[in-house]
């Protein structure tokens, strides 16, 4: 990894071939040895993707991080969905059929999420989402947006949404503005502008509702 480290940096983006070394050693959605402690198997895996991203960040924090990005946010969704849901999406992340990125700061308010103006409304069958993010990670390449989005004309009601870009109108997704940064190059930050994003019954992650987020 250190022979990357420089080109990283200047071309501000991580070659595919690194990518490719991290499927192969498994290390997007992680099930290789354990950290081994007294604690629960969620607790476990957690803490043995912190010592891999210690190891990985020494050298590289942008590859640390994009490792991160497939390791912790997917652990979680263990705790909502049913096995099936989490062996199907978190086999093709782990396989490398698919990264996902995690959609929830905003232009307007950052992380505020009483003040999100991104929005889900229920129509038969699922939710429509619409809104706009900002300072995504990965936002360009990567093929589920974990969306964090609340209910139109409430501050409270939020739920959390998987869009499979494969599986939906691309018209409907407008990604632009990659931020030009300092530090932590090569994972690319956009915004994206979602618009009548419709999402099935199946995808969604945590069901809207008062106090999930």
Request: a negative charge.
């Amino acid at each position: 990894l250190s022979k990357f480290v420089s080109a990283i940096d200047v071309q501000d983006q991580i070659p595919t071939e690194i990518y490719h070394d991290l499927i192969r050693l498994g290390l997007f959605v992680y099930d290789g040895p354990m950290w081994e402690i007294d604690e629960d198997p969620e607790i476990q895996r957690v803490l043995s993707v912190i010592k891999i991203l210690e190891v990985i960040g020494g050298t590289s924090p942008a590859v640390a991080k994009a490792v991160m990005d497939q390791n912790l946010g997917q652990i979680g969704m263990i705790r909502y969905w049913g096995t099936e849901k989490v062996k199907a999406y978190l086999g093709k992340i782990h396989k490398g059929e698919g990264q996902a990125a995690f959609l929830m700061t905003e232009p307007s308010s950052g992380s505020d999420i009483h003040k999100f103006s991104t929005t889900f409304t229920e129509i038969p069958g699922g939710y429509l989402l619409n809104g706009t993010k900002d300072w995504i990670t990965g936002a360009e390449t990567r093929r589920y947006f974990v969306v964090v989005a609340k209910e139109e004309d409430s501050a409270l009601n939020f739920g959390l949404f998987l869009v499979d870009r494969n599986e939906v109108d691309t018209s409907c997704i407008k990604i632009s503005d990659r931020k030009q940064k300092l530090g932590l190059r090569g994972l690319g930050e956009h915004r994206v502008e979602l618009s009548e994003i419709f999402v099935p019954s199946d995808n969604i992650v945590i069901p809207p509702g008062r106090g999930v987020i």
